[in-house]
Nanobody, 124 residues
Framework: QVQLVESGGGLVQAGVSLRLSCAAS????????MGWFRQAPGKQREFVSA????????YYSDSVKGRFTISRDNAKKTVYLQMNSLKPEDTAIYYC?????????????????WGQGTQVTVSS
C-alpha cells in the first residue's frame, strides 16, 4: 500500500533551519506531484509548498516564500522541505501529500495520499 513517512521535525529556536523529508513507498513516485501542508493548533490545514512530478515547477505560500525550498529526489522517492529562518508562526504539524499527475496544486482536495505528519515547534 502507499505510504508517505515524514521526518525531520523537532523543537528549534527562531532563526534556525530544519529540513523535512518525506519518503514514499508503494507508488510510482515520479508519476506524482508532491505537496507540503501544515496545521497549527486550532487552525485549519494550509498549503505550504508543492512541486510537479519532475520537480521543475514549484509553488509556495506567501508566508514561506523566500524562506522555504521544496525539492525532490525521484531516485530516492523522497521529497524535501528546506525551512530557513524559522519563525514561531511556523509551528505546526507538517504533512506531505501526493497526487498522481504532472501538475502540483495548492488545494489539499487535489491530493490522494497523505503522511502522518511531523511536528515542528519554533520557540521565540
Amino acid at each position: 500500500q502507499v505510504q508517505l513517512v515524514e521526518s525531520g521535525g523537532g523543537l528549534v529556536q527562531a532563526g534556525v533551519s530544519l529540513r523535512l523529508s518525506c519518503a514514499a513507498s508503494g507508488l510510482t513516485f515520479n508519476s506524482y506531484a508532491m505537496g507540503w501542508f501544515r496545521q497549527a493548533p486550532g487552525k485549519q490545514r494550509e498549503f505550504v509548498s508543492a512541486c510537479s512530478r519532475s520537480g521543475g515547477n514549484t509553488y509556495y505560500s506567501d508566508s514561506v516564500k523566500g524562506r522555504f525550498t521544496i525539492s525532490r529526489d525521484n531516485a530516492k522517492k523522497t521529497v524535501y522541505l528546506q525551512m530557513n529562518s524559522l519563525k514561531p508562526e511556523d509551528t505546526a504539524i507538517y504533512y506531505c501529500a501526493a497526487r498522481v499527475g504532472a501538475l502540483a496544486y495548492m488545494s489539499e482536495s487535489q491530493y490522494t495520499y497523505w503522511g502522518q505528519g511531523t511536528q515542528v515547534t519554533v520557540s521565540s
